[in-house]
């Protein structure tokens, strides 16, 4: 995931009775808040029984197994990969299986990327092999690879500082974690700064809340006009080391070898399924999660959890019998560790129905048990999303945070469309985020169920209210 935030304010916006549209212009409201808030808590008993299924009754544990079939049998799922490819057919399958309504494939050119072998060696002041992850869409090194000394730093300030030093080395960054919205600049930047100051190649230490000598992957991006240098990242454990070496004065030398490799644009799909509307069919209520994931590990819990809790909703209002008045309409996106390629796609494709979506909803931070709900839109907007998440009561998951968020729905959320995310665990998502650690061990069935309920309540309650989520 490429984790951004995008923070609205608050305008007024005023609702219309007669339809389910949006109105954008100073009329006086014909609905008083008392009257919303009275809609949603008639909608206290859905709820219940939403976390019932979810929760306790036979859907209990039911997306921790869809999951575990599907990262089992195909693995981690790249941009470009035929395991990606396999995974959205079988998804296609599955959702026609499961009743769904207008399930389809829309096509998306994606990058193609392949990381090849790699490896690093320390050769002085010790021989020491380095963890390694090549960062995706760098270059590789020549066959015989790249040996030269290291110059480490903890900044790009201390790096323009010390450009003279940095000419014909390999560039260690060994930046402190702070956050990993305000620390992924160093994985995303780092290769470009590092080559306009004569660099051979660079290390990045890993993106990470926490460390077991394990290396974390993600995208990096590189500029026109400056020269494209291999790059990877490498464990906190080694950055630190060689930080503490270089600090007496120790020479370090590596030797870096990668045969990564950048291939033409490969076809892929979003795939979408819907419940649609009963009242309102044309207005949409989105909730999504991507599909594809990095190349290590098996992908489960960034995306697979997201992806799959938001199938568990649809499944969870389809199994009570509910149709809501408007339509409710899953997206598995592709390519989301590209930088939102199938998102921004899809936006592309729709976004002159804008007016027509209510909110968009992306989980793409962790399925473990939720704090609550992150938003972005107008103060109308958190007012109603308030009371809507006082119908998760039941299970103590009530919060509204700030920034709602995901790399495929800030295209919409920029445009103006409310937009929601679960707020996790951050520390423990980002110990296992892009390594060989997101693996079905690190989910929880029962966690999962209870954001299942969360996610399904929410999107099933603003899709059947009356009137659409006020705007900006």
Excluded at 81 to 94: F, P, V
Excluded at 159 to 181: D, F, H, M, T
Excluded at 280 to 295: A, C, I, T
Excluded at 301 to 318: N, R, T, V, Y
Aim: with cysteine; charged share 20%.
């Amino acid at each position: 995931m490429k984790f951004l935030l995008f923070i609205s304010v608050g305008v007024v916006h005023l609702f219309s009775l007669n339809s389910g549209k949006a109105i954008y212009k100073n009329d006086i409201s014909q609905r008083t808040f008392q009257e919303v808030k009275e809609e949603i808590a008639h909608y206290g008993d859905v709820a219940k029984a939403i976390i019932n299924l979810a929760v306790y009754g036979i859907a209990r544990n039911r997306s921790y197994e869809r999951l575990a079939l599907l990262v089992d049998t195909v693995g981690p799922r790249p941009s470009g990969s035929k395991s990606l490819e396999k995974a959205i057919q079988i998804m296609y399958q599955n959702l026609q299986e499961d009743g769904l309504e207008n399930v389809h494939l829309e096509p998306v050119k994606i990058p193609h990327w392949e990381r090849g072998e790699e490896s690093a060696v320390m050769l002085e002041p010790r021989i020491h092999k380095i963890a390694i992850l090549g960062l995706g869409s760098s270059i590789g090194t020549p066959p015989e690879g790249i040996t030269a000394e290291v110059l480490v730093v903890t900044s790009f300030e201390e790096l323009q500082r010390r450009a003279p030093e940095a000419r014909g080395k390999i560039v260690v960054y060994n930046q402190p974690y702070v956050s990993y919205s305000k620390t992924v600049q160093y994985r995303v930047q780092g290769a470009v700064e590092a080559a306009k100051v004569g660099a051979l190649a660079s290390l990045i230490r890993s993106v990470a809340s926490f460390s077991i000598y394990s290396p974390h992957t993600g995208i990096q991006e590189y500029q026109d006009g400056v020269p494209k240098i291999p790059t990877a990242c490498i464990t906190v454990e080694d950055a630190e080391m060689m930080s503490r070496m270089a600090s007496r004065g120790n020479r370090i030398v590596i030797q870096l070898k990668m045969a990564a490799k950048n291939y033409p644009d490969a076809d892929s799909f979003n795939t979408v399924a819907e419940i649609i509307g009963s009242k309102y069919p044309e207005q949409v209520v989105l909730v999504s999660g991507h599909l594809d994931s990095w190349d290590v590990g098996q992908g489960a819990m960034d995306d697979g959890g997201g992806a799959f809790i938001s199938w568990e909703a649809l499944s969870l209002i389809k199994d009570l019998g509910l149709r809501p008045k408007r339509t409710l309409r899953l997206v598995l996106w592709t390519a989301e560790e590209q930088g939102g390629i199938g998102g921004f796609q899809y936006y592309q494709l729709h976004k002159a129905n804008i007016s027509n979506y209510s909110l968009v909803m992306e989980s793409d931070q962790g399925t473990f048990l939720p704090s609550g709900l992150q938003f972005t839109g107008s103060e109308k907007a958190r007012a109603i999303m308030e009371e809507v998440m006082s119908l998760l009561q039941p299970v103590n998951i009530t919060q509204v945070f700030r920034a709602g968020e995901g790399t495929d729905i800030n295209f919409w959320i920029q445009a103006g469309v409310p937009g929601a995310s679960l707020l996790d665990d951050l520390y423990k998502y980002f110990s296992f985020h892009h390594s060989h650690g997101d693996t079905m061990t690190v989910m929880d069935p029962k966690q999962m169920n209870v954001a299942a309920a969360v996610w399904a309540v929410v999107s099933y309650v603003i899709a059947d209210m009356e009137e659409m989520l006020p705007r900006s």
